[in-house]
T-cell receptor, first 114, second 109 residues
């Protein structure tokens, strides 16, 4: 299996621009997670989907952030408009069953907002 | 919300020395997971502990779950340069995992 796939691996954009991050979970996994990692705040869960349905979005920072999972093999995390404080590494992870199972992380997207 | 306390934040050891990181919870846990993240990499699952007092070993790594299931430790015997990275514990909070802040391990050769 290819593991969790994320794109792009690096993104540099200017403040105010829209950013879309993409994730393909491991085939057969029914849960998908978006995390943000920074030095100051560590690894934070942003949102969690189960069977393509958002279960917990309490970690989404504000309305500028949105996430979708239109089918079992694809999810997006969108930031519009982006701000410099959004600069971080964004990880997608999937599990075979539910939020408490072993998490398989993708390689991450390093986002820099200038 | 629930916070996983992990100590120390950072440790720099000489190659060959031992290393231990600890996770402490304010509540009784049903289980705990440990992950390792190499510099520039992504977190990778190491192990899950479920039973009170459980001890599991993976080569030079020893994982322990406290008798009261409120704390856990990861001990590395005779560290090597390949052990560098950040070690996270993760505990259940409702229907999801919450990760500790991690312990950064640096190894001097």
């Amino acid at each position: 299996d290819a593991g969790v796939i994320q794109s792009p691996r690096h993104e540099v954009t200017e403040m105010g621009q829209e950013v879309t991050l993409r994730c393909k979970p491991i085939s057969g996994h029914n849960s998908l997670f978006w995390y943000r990692q920074t030095m100051m705040r560590g690894l934070e869960l942003l949102i969690y989907f189960n069977n393509n349905v958002p279960i917990d979005d309490s970690g989404m920072p504000e309305d500028r952030f949105s996430a979708k999972m239109p089918n079992a093999s694809f999810s997006t995390l969108k930031i519009q408009p982006s701000e410099p404080r959004d600069s971080a590494v964004y990880f997608c992870a999937s599990t075979l069953r539910g939020g408490l199972d072993t998490q398989y992380f993708g390689p991450g997207t390093r986002l820099t907002v200038l | 919300g629930q916070q996983v306390m992990q100590i120390p934040q950072y440790q720099h050891v000489q190659e060959g020395e031992d290393f231990t990181t600890y996770c402490n919870s304010s509540t009784t846990l049903s289980n705990i997971q440990w992950y390792k993240q190499r510099p520039g990499g992504h977190p990778v699952f190491l192990i899950q502990l479920v039973k009170s007092g459980e001890v599991k070993k993976q080569k030079r790594l020893t994982f322990q779950f406290g008798e009261a299931k409120k704390n856990s430790s990861l001990h590395i015997t005779a560290t090597q340069t390949t052990d560098v990275g950040t070690y996270f514990c993760a505990e259940e909070y409702g229907n999801k995992l919450v990760f500790g802040a991690g312990t950064i391990l640096r190894v001097k050769s």
